[in-house]
């Protein structure tokens, strides 16, 4: 089983900051340049959603609700996704995970990061 690995959650104001990391296990290491991949989230209650994505080739897509506020990132030498979250609000509280997009389609759910927006 392949499972991606977030961290980087925690308790953030209003406002506030924060950086997610999702790193990719040995199993997928050697192709793991090629893919796209995605931050997605879930809210309690909520059904989960695509936040960003980030191509082999960099090029980046976000949802409106986060556009200019997130911005994505890969270094593929660490084989490792970027989220970084700015100026957080409370509607961005959630599970946050990353996942494979396109060809292949994702590989099993890890257990995500919590974000927690609240002053």
């Known amino acids: 089983q392949v499972y991606l690995v977030e961290s980087g959650g925690g308790l953030v104001q209003p406002g506030g900051s924060l950086r997610l990391s999702c790193k990719a296990p040995?199993?997928?290491?050697?192709?793991?340049?090629?893919?796209?991949m995605g931050w997605y989230r879930q809210a309690p209650g909520k059904q989960r959603e695509l936040v960003a994505s980030?191509?082999?080739?960099?090029?980046?897509n976000y949802s409106d609700f986060v556009k200019g506020r997130f911005a994505i990132s890969r270094e593929n030498g660490k084989k490792t996704v970027y989220l970084r979250m700015n100026d957080v609000k409370d509607g961005d509280t959630a599970v946050y995970y990353c996942?494979?997009?396109?060809?292949?389609?994702?590989?099993?759910w890890g257990q995500g990061t919590q974000v927690i927006v609240s002053s």
């Open positions: 040995r199993s997928i290491l050697s192709s793991y340049n090629t893919y796209t």
């Open positions: 996942n494979r997009l396109g060809p292949g389609g994702p590989f099993p």
């Open positions: 980030i191509s082999a080739e960099g090029g980046t």
